[in-house]
């Protein structure tokens, strides 16, 4: 007989890194994202959630369509950033309602903090709602806030590998915005390259050329939005 084995190392619940947990996050996030969703839709809001790198020009886009569409629509936006109100005060300025969500550490919004959010706004009067995620181009693609539609915005400063290496963003996303076209020269980047790696990741995509700068396109992206 051998002898009797010594302590066993015992796992504390939830103490184990666990694929299945962040299974369940995902899962609890949708739900959250589909009750948005339908809070939203009953109340006759167009929620739109705007992606894409630190500095891609998403908040310059989002200034560009309050500008386009403010006297169509009754627009509010919301602002995800870690720490800073910088580009909540930048969307301000153009006259709509501004949420600012500060994430702390997180390098996304969540479906639970769109839900906290909207208890901010009358959604009484309101049609549309931009937000404008985190700059980031990995989680937010795996966290839907219910938004109905949902824009990348790339800039060709980013070089001329961005849309192969980062693909999942792409694939749930109705339009991408190449922006700063006006720079694509001088990077050595080709505009309709970066279409192709696009058309490849999700063909249904709505690909617009951009320079949310001096407004070129944006009125596209209203169009390819169905704005
Ligand atoms: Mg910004
Ligand atoms: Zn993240």
Same mark, same amino acid.
């Given at each position: 007989m051998s002898k009797p084995l010594g302590d066993v190392v015992k796992a504390d619940e939830g103490e184990v890194f666990d694929i299945e947990l962040e299974e369940n996050i995902l899962r609890a996030n949708q739900k959250i994202a589909d009750e948005n969703r339908d809070l939203l839709r009953k109340h006759g809001v167009t929620a739109i959630d705007i992606m894409g790198s630190i500095g891609a020009g998403k908040t310059s886009l989002i200034e560009k369509l309050v500008e386009l569409l403010k006297n169509r629509y009754r627009i509010a936006a919301f602002k995800g950033d870690l720490t800073t109100t910088i580009d909540a005060e930048m969307i301000r300025r153009h006259g709509v309602e501004v949420v600012a969500i500060n994430? $702390?550490?997180?390098?996304h919004l969540d479906a639970n903090l769109i839900k906290k959010a909207v208890q901010r706004l009358d959604l009484n009067s309101l049609d549309l709602l931009l937000i404008e995620n985190v700059g980031?181009?990995?989680c937010p693609a795996e966290f839907?806030?219910?938004?109905e539609k949902r824009i990348v915005v790339v800039s060709v400063?980013? $070089?001329?590998y961005m849309i192969v290496k980062h693909p999942f963003i792409f694939m749930d996303a109705q339009v991408v915005a190449i922006n700063k076209v006006d720079l694509a020269t001088a990077m050595g980047v080709e505009l309709n390259k970066l279409k192709n790696d696009v058309a490849e990741v999700n063909p249904k995509t709505e690909v617009v050329f951009t320079n949310c700068r001096t407004g070129e396109g944006v009125q596209e992206v209203v169009e390819a939005l169905g704005l």
């Open positions: 994430t $702390g550490k997180e390098c980031n181009l990995i839907p806030l219910g938004s400063t980013e $070089g001329p």
